[in-house]
C-alpha cells in the first residue's frame, strides 16, 4: 500500500502550494525593488507604497518585505529594471508587454522567441505606442463590488 499514506499526500499538496507562494512572493519583491528605487520612503513614493500594500494583501511576510528594501539600500544587489517591448502580431495587432528584468538581453531573447512561435515580431519603439492612451490599472477583485458598475462610471 505504498503511495497511501496521509502524510505523503499532504507533502505533495503542501510543495505545490509553497512554490506557487514563493513565485508569488518573488514577483512581488521584485516589484516592491523597482518601486523602491525611486525612493524607499513610502510617505513619498507612492508606488511602493501601493507595492508594500499588494504584497501585505497576499500575506507577504513582513521580513520578506523589509528584505526587498534592504536589498535596494545596498549598492550590491542586482540591478533590476523595467523594461518596455512593443510588438505586431498576427493580423497587424499591437502589443505591448512590460517585463522586470536583471537581464534586459535575456529578457529580450525570451521575448522575440516566444513572438516568433506565435508569428509575432519585436517593433520599434513608439511605431506601436501611439495607439494607447496610459489611464490606469484595473485590478478585479472577486466578491467586493459589482464589476459591471465600476466599469461603467469610470468615465463619470
Known amino acids: 500500500?505504498?503511495?497511501h499514506s496521509k502524510w505523503s499526500q499532504i507533502k505533495h499538496k503542501?510543495?505545490?502550494?509553497?512554490q506557487k507562494k514563493g513565485q508569488v512572493f518573488s514577483k512581488l519583491s521584485k516589484l516592491i525593488s523597482i518601486a523602491a528605487r525611486k525612493g524607499i520612503h513610502p510617505d513619498k513614493n507612492i508606488e511602493?507604497?501601493?507595492?508594500?500594500e499588494k504584497a501585505r494583501s497576499l500575506n507577504m511576510p513582513k521580513e520578506s518585505i523589509e528584505r526587498s528594501l534592504k536589498r535596494v539600500a545596498e549598492k550590491d544587489s542586482a540591478r533590476l529594471e523595467e523594461l518596455l517591448v512593443e510588438a505586431i502580431g498576427?493580423?497587424?495587432?499591437?502589443?505591448?508587454?512590460?517585463?522586470?528584468?536583471?537581464n534586459k538581453n535575456r529578457t529580450i531573447g525570451a521575448i522575440k522567441n516566444i513572438l516568433s512561435k506565435y508569428e509575432a515580431k519585436?517593433?520599434?519603439?513608439g511605431s506601436v505606442m501611439w495607439a494607447?492612451?496610459?489611464?490606469?490599472l484595473f485590478e478585479e477583485l472577486a466578491g467586493n463590488e459589482d464589476v459591471q458598475e465600476v466599469y461603467t462610471n469610470i468615465g463619470d
Open 90 to 102: 498576427p493580423e497587424s495587432v499591437n502589443i505591448i508587454i512590460t517585463a522586470v528584468t536583471d
Open 14 to 18: 503542501k510543495g505545490v502550494a509553497d
Open 122 to 125: 519585436m517593433a520599434q519603439s
Open 1 to 3: 500500500m505504498s503511495g
Open 48 to 52: 511602493l507604497k501601493n507595492a508594500i
Open 132 to 136: 494607447f492612451e496610459k489611464n490606469g
